[in-house]
């Protein structure tokens, strides 16, 4: 296992994760998904699967949210 930051939280996870597998694992929707990984932009149309997670990296979750 190796832990992660989360949202701010810190989460173990397992190793060599793709992060769209961990999104998966959360039940997080890649639709209208913006993450901030390690202080790089990606969105939920970027090859999440290639991204591996590692041991203290810091992922953060953002929505699109439109209104008017």
Not at 57 to 68: E, H, I, P, Q, Y
Request: charged content about 20%.
């Amino acid at each position: 296992m190796q832990n992660i930051q989360f949202n701010g939280q810190n989460l173990a996870v397992k190793e060599q994760m793709p992060i769209a597998a961990f999104l998966e694992e959360q039940k997080i929707s890649r639709k209208n998904l913006i993450l901030e990984w390690n202080g790089m932009i990606l969105s939920g149309s970027d090859p999440l699967e290639e991204h591996i997670l590692q041991d203290g990296d810091r992922l953060n979750l953002f929505s699109m949210v439109g209104g008017g």
